[in-house]
């Protein structure tokens, strides 16, 4: 069981930036593949971002602007969220998976674990 613990979210204008952080109870070694997904109000979830060893992939409406990262040492991992646009008010939420793979996919079915969500608002 991985538990995940989001921060670092709330309000901010358009152009502004917000730094996700996410706790992982489990070490990078038991967690190759982590990310962040978004769901908007009235809209599907979508993927944001996912890491692994070998990097970063992005959504397309967040490339050049968010960059995800991790602190080995701290079990945690960030979303660095710049040029920030009201299209981007969602709830964030962290995701882990224990499985290694290659590459991690920006997919729901990936990730079996989930935190509770961090709350972005940005104002035009």
């Known amino acids: 069981q991985v538990q995940l613990v989001e921060s670092g979210g709330g309000s901010v204008q358009a152009g502004g930036s917000l730094r996700l952080s996410c706790a992982a109870s489990l070490s990078t070694h038991s967690t190759p593949c982590m990310g962040w997904f978004r769901q908007a109000p009235g809209k599907e979830r979508e993927g944001v971002a996912s890491?692994?060893?070998?990097?970063?992939t992005y959504a397309d409406s967040v490339k050049g602007r968010f960059t995800i990262s991790r602190d080995i040492a701290k079990n945690t991992v960030y979303l660095q969220m710049n040029s920030l646009k009201p299209e981007d008010t969602a709830m964030y939420y962290c995701v882990a998976s224990v499985l290694w793979r290659a590459r991690c996919l920006i997919d729901q079915q990936e990730y079996p674990y989930w935190g509770q969500g961090t709350r972005v608002t940005v104002s035009s």
């Open positions: 890491i692994s060893t070998g990097g970063g």
